[in-house]
């Protein structure tokens, strides 16, 4: 009776896990950018809250729209973080039960293809998240008609 792995079955199993593991790296990639995100959100929502106070009219209007839209892109990409963050999480469980199945001879394919689409489908959800959170803030950054000088145009 054979105790220990076959080295060979081993290999075989970390050449299938290679492909996820990569997947793994690209998405800290990703969430390496959503966090810098929100850490220029953060900071950008600090400085409006220190100069609230001291605005009056139409200048005081302005932050707090603009507080308002730091409000809501704070909220999707917060919901983007942990969508791409669960995502993360699945991908470590279908490499853990590559090698749990390998080793155990248990059949747990679909198991491990149902982890995986779920791992895909959140990652999908937290990049449309994360598109949303784009185009809120390019809409936040709209150049004022009154700041444009124009040269009789």
Known sequence: MQLAPVISTVAETIQVAIAPVFLLAGIGGILNV?????????????SLERLHPRSTGPEHERHVWELRRIDARISVINAAIIMVTLSALLICVVVALLFIASLSNLRIGTIVAVAFILSMLILMGGLIAFVIEVR??????????????????
């Open 136 to 153: 809120l803030s390019l809409k936040a950054i709209h150049i004022r008609a009154e700041l444009l000088e124009r040269d009789g145009r």
């Open 34 to 46: 959503m966090t810098g995100r929100l850490a220029r959100i953060v900071d950008r929502a600090r």
